[in-house]
Protein backbone atom coordinates (compact mmCIF):
# COMPACT_ATOMS: atom_id res chain seq x y z
CA UNK A 1 0.00 0.00 0.00
CA UNK A 2 2.95 2.41 0.83
CA UNK A 3 4.41 1.43 -2.26
CA UNK A 4 0.86 2.50 -4.47
CA UNK A 5 1.09 5.71 -2.71
CA UNK A 6 4.77 6.36 -3.15
CA UNK A 7 4.53 5.15 -6.78
CA UNK A 8 1.03 7.48 -7.65
CA UNK A 9 3.03 10.46 -5.39
CA UNK A 10 5.78 10.23 -7.69
CA UNK A 11 3.14 10.02 -10.83
CA UNK A 12 2.27 13.18 -9.68
CA UNK A 13 5.34 14.82 -9.01
CA UNK A 14 6.73 13.96 -11.99
CA UNK A 15 3.89 15.42 -14.14
CA UNK A 16 3.66 18.48 -11.78
CA UNK A 17 7.38 19.25 -12.96
CA UNK A 18 6.34 18.32 -16.81
CA UNK A 19 3.37 21.22 -16.62
CA UNK A 20 5.60 23.33 -15.05
CA UNK A 21 8.71 23.26 -17.43
CA UNK A 22 6.35 23.15 -20.63
CA UNK A 23 4.81 26.55 -20.26
CA UNK A 24 2.42 27.61 -22.44
CA UNK A 25 3.55 30.03 -25.54
CA UNK A 26 1.09 33.53 -25.15
CA UNK A 27 0.42 34.81 -28.52
CA UNK A 28 -0.08 38.51 -28.24
CA UNK A 29 -2.51 39.60 -30.39
CA UNK A 30 -2.15 43.38 -31.66
CA UNK A 31 -4.99 45.21 -30.81
CA UNK A 32 -6.73 46.48 -33.98
CA UNK A 33 -6.70 50.04 -33.03
CA UNK A 34 -2.99 50.04 -32.68
CA UNK A 35 -2.79 48.54 -36.37
CA UNK A 36 -5.26 51.46 -37.50
CA UNK A 37 -3.09 54.33 -36.04
CA UNK A 38 0.12 53.26 -37.70
CA UNK A 39 -1.61 52.50 -41.38
CA UNK A 40 -3.37 56.11 -40.62
CA UNK A 41 0.70 57.73 -39.56
CA UNK A 42 1.88 56.27 -42.37
CA UNK A 43 -0.91 57.17 -44.68
CA UNK A 44 -0.47 61.04 -43.47
CA UNK A 45 3.25 60.77 -43.61
CA UNK A 46 2.53 59.81 -47.62
CA UNK A 47 0.40 62.22 -48.17
CA UNK A 48 2.27 64.92 -46.29
CA UNK A 49 5.80 63.98 -48.35
CA UNK A 50 2.96 64.60 -51.37
CA UNK A 51 2.03 67.92 -51.14
CA UNK A 52 5.44 68.98 -50.30
CA UNK A 53 6.86 67.60 -53.52
CA UNK A 54 3.64 69.51 -55.56
CA UNK A 55 4.79 72.49 -53.61
CA UNK A 56 8.64 72.14 -54.58
CA UNK A 57 7.02 71.61 -58.28
CA UNK A 58 5.28 74.87 -58.09
CA UNK A 59 7.63 76.75 -57.10
CA UNK A 60 9.71 76.23 -59.39
CA UNK A 61 7.36 76.45 -61.99
CA UNK A 62 6.70 80.45 -60.84
CA UNK A 63 10.55 81.02 -60.66
CA UNK A 64 10.20 80.08 -64.75
CA UNK A 65 6.99 82.39 -64.98
CA UNK A 66 9.30 85.04 -63.51
CA UNK A 67 12.27 84.52 -65.50
CA UNK A 68 10.50 84.84 -68.44
CA UNK A 69 8.40 87.31 -67.20
CA UNK A 70 11.58 89.49 -66.75
CA UNK A 71 13.58 88.43 -69.93
CA UNK A 72 9.68 89.79 -71.90
CA UNK A 73 10.80 92.96 -69.86
CA UNK A 74 14.01 93.42 -71.51
CA UNK A 75 14.61 95.97 -74.11
CA UNK A 76 18.06 96.34 -75.94
CA UNK A 77 19.52 99.36 -76.45
CA UNK A 78 23.35 101.00 -77.66
CA UNK A 79 24.89 103.00 -74.92
CA UNK A 80 27.81 105.22 -75.47
CA UNK A 81 30.82 104.46 -73.87
CA UNK A 82 29.75 100.77 -73.22
CA UNK A 83 30.84 98.23 -75.39
CA UNK A 84 27.87 95.81 -77.03
CA UNK A 85 24.57 96.18 -76.17
CA UNK A 86 22.85 97.14 -72.75
CA UNK A 87 19.14 96.11 -71.46
CA UNK A 88 16.42 98.03 -69.83
CA UNK A 89 13.75 96.59 -67.70
CA UNK A 90 10.80 98.32 -66.93
CA UNK A 91 10.64 96.26 -63.70
CA UNK A 92 13.40 97.58 -62.91
CA UNK A 93 11.85 101.26 -62.04
CA UNK A 94 13.45 105.13 -61.39
CA UNK A 95 13.34 106.88 -58.43
CA UNK A 96 12.76 110.50 -58.24
CA UNK A 97 14.51 113.41 -56.26
CA UNK A 98 13.77 116.69 -54.71
CA UNK A 99 15.44 119.85 -56.33
CA UNK A 100 19.67 120.15 -55.18
CA UNK A 101 18.94 116.50 -53.17
CA UNK A 102 20.18 113.37 -53.42
CA UNK A 103 18.52 111.58 -50.38
CA UNK A 104 16.29 108.70 -50.99
CA UNK A 105 12.96 109.57 -50.05
CA UNK A 106 10.55 107.31 -48.37
CA UNK A 107 8.64 106.72 -51.95
CA UNK A 108 12.14 106.00 -53.31
CA UNK A 109 13.04 103.33 -50.38
CA UNK A 110 9.67 101.52 -51.49
CA UNK A 111 10.82 101.49 -55.17
CA UNK A 112 14.51 100.36 -54.27
CA UNK A 113 12.85 97.54 -52.03
CA UNK A 114 10.93 96.46 -55.63
CA UNK A 115 14.15 96.52 -57.30
CA UNK A 116 16.04 94.52 -55.07
CA UNK A 117 13.59 91.67 -54.96
CA UNK A 118 13.92 91.44 -58.79
CA UNK A 119 17.73 91.32 -58.23
CA UNK A 120 17.69 88.90 -55.55
CA UNK A 121 15.68 86.76 -57.66
CA UNK A 122 18.34 87.06 -60.60
CA UNK A 123 21.49 86.85 -59.27
CA UNK A 124 23.76 86.99 -62.68
CA UNK A 125 22.26 90.46 -63.51
CA UNK A 126 24.84 93.22 -63.16
CA UNK A 127 23.32 97.24 -63.44
CA UNK A 128 24.42 100.91 -63.79
CA UNK A 129 22.47 103.40 -62.04
CA UNK A 130 22.53 106.84 -63.86
CA UNK A 131 22.29 109.77 -62.07
CA UNK A 132 20.31 112.71 -63.87
CA UNK A 133 19.65 116.23 -62.81
CA UNK A 134 17.44 119.01 -64.49
CA UNK A 135 18.89 121.51 -66.46
CA UNK A 136 19.29 124.16 -63.85
CA UNK A 137 23.17 125.37 -62.57
CA UNK A 138 26.22 124.50 -64.09
CA UNK A 139 27.34 121.32 -66.10
CA UNK A 140 30.02 120.44 -63.33
CA UNK A 141 27.72 121.31 -60.17
CA UNK A 142 24.75 119.05 -62.19
CA UNK A 143 27.46 116.04 -62.77
CA UNK A 144 28.48 116.00 -59.59
CA UNK A 145 25.00 115.99 -58.18
CA UNK A 146 24.15 113.52 -60.57
CA UNK A 147 26.73 111.09 -59.40
CA UNK A 148 25.76 111.56 -55.43
CA UNK A 149 22.54 110.35 -56.72
CA UNK A 150 23.58 107.48 -58.73
CA UNK A 151 25.56 106.03 -55.31
CA UNK A 152 22.72 107.35 -52.66
CA UNK A 153 20.41 104.83 -55.26
CA UNK A 154 23.86 101.97 -55.37
CA UNK A 155 24.43 102.42 -51.34
CA UNK A 156 20.53 101.90 -50.84
CA UNK A 157 20.66 99.02 -52.71
CA UNK A 158 23.70 97.70 -50.71
CA UNK A 159 21.80 98.16 -47.69
CA UNK A 160 19.24 95.89 -48.76
CA UNK A 161 21.48 93.17 -49.27
CA UNK A 162 22.34 93.84 -53.42
CA UNK A 163 26.32 92.86 -53.93
CA UNK A 164 28.13 95.79 -54.45
CA UNK A 165 30.15 94.24 -57.04
CA UNK A 166 26.98 93.82 -58.99
CA UNK A 167 26.23 97.63 -59.42
CA UNK A 168 28.10 100.24 -61.23
CA UNK A 169 27.14 104.18 -61.14
CA UNK A 170 27.46 106.71 -64.04
CA UNK A 171 25.93 110.45 -63.92
CA UNK A 172 24.91 112.56 -66.88
CA UNK A 173 24.15 115.48 -64.80
CA UNK A 174 21.67 117.57 -67.38
CA UNK A 175 23.36 115.91 -71.07
CA UNK A 176 20.09 113.30 -71.05
CA UNK A 177 17.01 114.85 -70.26
CA UNK A 178 13.74 112.19 -70.08
CA UNK A 179 11.68 115.34 -70.63
CA UNK A 180 12.99 118.46 -73.01
CA UNK A 181 10.57 120.77 -71.56
CA UNK A 182 11.47 123.88 -69.32
CA UNK A 183 9.53 123.91 -66.33
CA UNK A 184 8.62 122.50 -63.36
CA UNK A 185 6.83 119.02 -64.25
CA UNK A 186 9.77 118.09 -66.92
CA UNK A 187 12.17 119.50 -63.98
CA UNK A 188 10.60 116.74 -61.74
CA UNK A 189 11.12 114.13 -64.18
CA UNK A 190 14.51 114.58 -65.18
CA UNK A 191 15.56 114.57 -61.54
CA UNK A 192 16.09 110.85 -61.71
CA UNK A 193 18.10 107.55 -61.17
CA UNK A 194 17.81 104.88 -64.04
CA UNK A 195 19.07 101.75 -63.91
CA UNK A 196 20.00 99.80 -66.96
CA UNK A 197 21.08 96.21 -66.81
CA UNK A 198 25.17 95.17 -68.29
CA UNK A 199 25.09 91.88 -68.01
CA UNK A 200 22.06 88.97 -67.72
Known sequence: MVKKSFSIFILILCLGLFLVGCPKKTVVKEQPSVQKSEEARRLEAEREAKERELARIKEEEAKKARGGEFEKSLVAK??????????????????????????????????????????????????????????????????????????????????????????STISYGEEKPLDPGHNEEAWGKNRRAHTIILSR
Open 78 to 167: KESGIEGEVFESKLLKDIHFDFDKFDIRPGNAVILKENAEILKKYLKVKIQIEGHCDERGTNEYNLALGERRANSTKNYLVSLGISPDRI
